[in-house]
C-alpha cells in the first residue's frame, strides 16, 4: 500500500466521520484493520497500542470518575455559581468549570452544570452555555490529565524521548492560553444570546406521533370536531395515512382508523392528549403514559440506543419507562417516529414507573434535564474519602512520588473494596468505544509512519511553512494535529 493511498484512506474515514454515516469505533476500527490486512502493521504492533500506558492510565481515571460524578460537590457547587450579576456568574461558571475539568472529566462537570443553568431563571442560559463549554475545554488543557490527547502525546515521549511529562508541564501553555481567552469572553459575554427559557422552550418543540386505534369515538369525526384545534401549547402537523403524508391538516379532515398525527408542542403541555380517547404514543395508551412522571433526559455518546429505533428496542423493559415524545435540537423530524434511528444527542420525554430510578443503565444511556429523579448519591462519608482520595493520588502524582497510573489503580481497588463502586457498575460504565477509538488511532498512526505516510506530510509541512519562524511553524502544525 503506497503513501499516498494511505493518505486516501484516512481522508476518506474523515469525510465518513464528518457525514455521520459510520459510527467513531467502527471507522477506526475497521481502517486498523485493513491496515493490518495490508501489513503496515502487525498483530503484536496492533495490540500493543491496544495496551498502550497512556491509554491505561486514561481508561482508569474516567473509571475512577464514575466515583466523583456520584459526590453531591458537583450539584452543591453548581447551584452557588449563576448567582449575582450576569458577568459574575459566566465569571464563576468559567473558572469553576475549568478547575473541575483540569482533573475530572469534563462531560460529567458540564452535564452537572448544564443542569444548574438550565433551572434557573435569573440569567438567560444562552449567556452561560458557551462559555461553560469553552471553559471545560481549556481546562483540559492545563493538566496531564485534563484530556486524553495529553496522556497520548506524554506515552509518545516516553516511546522516544524516555522519559515522561509533569503532571503540570502543560500548564506552561494552557494556562496562559485560558487567562486570555478567559478575558475575551468576558469582555465579548454581552454579545451572548440573551435568549429568555420560555423562548427557547417555544423554538425547541417535541415532537409525539400518536396512533389513532379502531373502535375509538374520534374516528370519521373531523379535526375541529374532536377538538384538536384548540390545544393550548400542541399543534397537530400533519397525519400520515396509509403511506401518504397529510400537512397541512384542515379543521375540516375527517380522521380514519389506523391514522398517525404528528403533533409538535412544548413539554409541559402534552399532558392535554390524555383526555383524547384511542390515542397510543410510540405504542402505549396515551393516558397510561401521560399520567405518569415525566422527565426529559438526553441521549449520551455511550449510549446503546444511538442508531437503533423505538421500535427495535423493547424500552419499557429496558428502562420502564415509556417514550412520550422526541426533539433534535430545532430540526424538523420527518417520518414515523417509532422508526427515526435515535442519536447521540437527541432528547426524549419519558413517561416512567416507579422502578425506573432504579435500574442500573441510567447513567451510561442518558443525561438528565429534569423532572424528579435523583441519581443515587455518595453519602458524606463516602463523598470525604473519595475526594481525599483523588486529592491524594493528584498530589503525589504531582510531586513524582507515586506514578498517576499506580496511585489511579490503588484508589480503584479502594473504591471497590469500600463498596463506593462495584464490579457491574464498572462493566456498565466501562468506556469500551473509547478505548477503541484510541487504540485503533494509534494503530493508524504506527502505519502512517511505516508506510512513509508520515515522512510525506512531515516535508509538505517544511516545504510550506519552513523558514517562516516558529509561529507559523505552529499553524502549520495545527491542522495536522487536529486530524
Known amino acids: ?82 448567582n449575582g450579576r450576569p458577568e459574575r456568574a459566566t465569571l464563576k461558571v468559567m473558572g469553576t468549570s475549568a478547575v473541575l475539568s483540569a482533573f475530572l472529566n469534563n462531560t460529567a462537570v458540564v452535564a452537572t452544570f448544564l443542569g444548574a443553568i438550565s433551572r434557573q431563571r435569573r440569567i438567560a442560559p444562552s449567556r452561560l452555555l458557551i ?73 425547541l418543540a417535541y415532537f409525539l406521533a400518536a396512533d389513532l386505534q379502531a373502535g375509538s369515538p374520534m374516528i370519521g369525526r373531523s379535526i375541529e370536531a374532536n377538538g384538536l384545534r384548540s390545544l393550548d401549547g400542541l399543534y397537530l402537523l400533519e397525519i400520515e395515512r396509509q403511506g401518504r403524508l397529510i400537512s397541512p391538516v384542515g379543521p375540516a379532515e375527517v380522521l380514519e382508523a389506523g391514522d398517525t398525527l404528528v403533533f409538535t408542542g412544548e413539554v409541559n403541555r402534552v399532558q392535554a392528549l390524555q383526555r383524547f380517547p384511542g390515542l397510543r404514543l410510540f405504542g402505549r395508551p396515551a ?24 421500535q427495535a428496542v423493547d424500552f419499557r423493559s429496558m428502562f420502564d419507562a415509556g417514550v412520550v415524545g422526541i426533539r433534535r435540537g430545532g430540526r424538523r423530524l420527518e417520518g414515523q417516529l417509532g422508526k427515526i434511528p435515535l442519536r447521540a444527542g437527541d432528547c426524549l420525554l419519558l413517561a416512567v414507573g416507579s422502578d ?23 453519602n458524606r462519608r463516602e463523598s470525604g474519602l473519595t475526594l481525599a482520595g483523588f486529592v491524594a493520588v493528584i498530589s503525589l502524582a504531582a510531586l513524582s512520588v507515586l506514578p498517576l497510573f499506580q ?46 505516510a508520515a515522512t510525506l506530510m512531515a516535508q509538505a509541512m517544511q516545504g510550506l511553512f519552513a523558514g517562516h519562524g516558529v509561529y507559523a511553524a505552529f499553524i502549520g502544525c495545527y491542522p495536522y494535529a487536529s486530524t
Do not use: K
Request: glycine share 8%.
Open 356 to 378: 425506573f430510578h432504579q435500574h442500573r443503565n441510567l447513567d451510561r444511556n442518558f443525561h438528565l434535564l429534569s423532572g424528579s429523579l435523583t441519581r443515587p448519591r455518595l
Open 407 to 452: 496511585g489511579l489503580l490503588l484508589l480503584l481497588g479502594a473504591l471497590l473494596v469500600g463498596g463506593v463502586l462495584s464490579p457491574a457498575e464498572l462493566r456498565r460504565r466501562f468506556p469500551f468505544e473509547l478505548w477503541l477509538i484510541i487504540g485503533s488511532a494509534l494503530a493508524i498512526a504506527q502505519a502512517l509512519e511505516h508506510s512513509g
Open 1 to 82: 500500500m503506497t503513501p499516498w493511498a494511505v493518505l486516501l484512506s484516512l481522508a476518506a474515514l474523515l469525510v465518513l466521520l464528518v457525514s455521520g454515516r459510520v459510527r467513531p469505533a467502527l471507522g477506526f476500527v475497521g481502517l486498523a484493520g485493513v491496515y493490518l490486512l495490508m501489513g503496515l502493521v502487525d498483530t503484536a504492533t496492533l495490540l500493543r497500542q491496544y495496551t498502550n500506558p497512556a491509554l491505561a492510565t486514561l481508561l482508569l481515571l474516567l473509571l475512577v470518575s464514575l466515583a466523583l460524578e456520584r459526590s453531591p460537590l458537583l450539584e452543591r457547587v453548581s447551584n452557588h455559581l449563576v
Open 287 to 310: 393516558g397510561d403514559l401521560l399520567a405518569t412522571n415525566l422527565v426529559e433526559v438526553v441521549i449520551s455518546h455511550e449510549s446503546d440506543l444511538a442508531g437503533r429505533t423505538l
Open 131 to 203: 462559555p461553560l463549554s469553552y471553559a471545560s475545554i481549556l481546562g483540559g488543557m492545563t493538566t496531564l490529565v485534563g484530556t486524553s490527547t495529553n496522556l497520548v502525546v506524554n506515552s509518545f515521549t516516553m516511546s522516544t524521548a524516555g522519559f515522561e511529562l509533569s503532571l503540570f508541564q502543560f500548564s506552561w501553555v494552557g494556562l496562559p492560553v485560558a487567562a486570555v481567552t478567559f478575558l475575551v469572553l468576558l469582555w465579548q459575554s454581552r454579545r451572548l444570546p440573551h435568549h429568555q427559557p420560555e423562548a427557547a422552550a417555544d423554538a
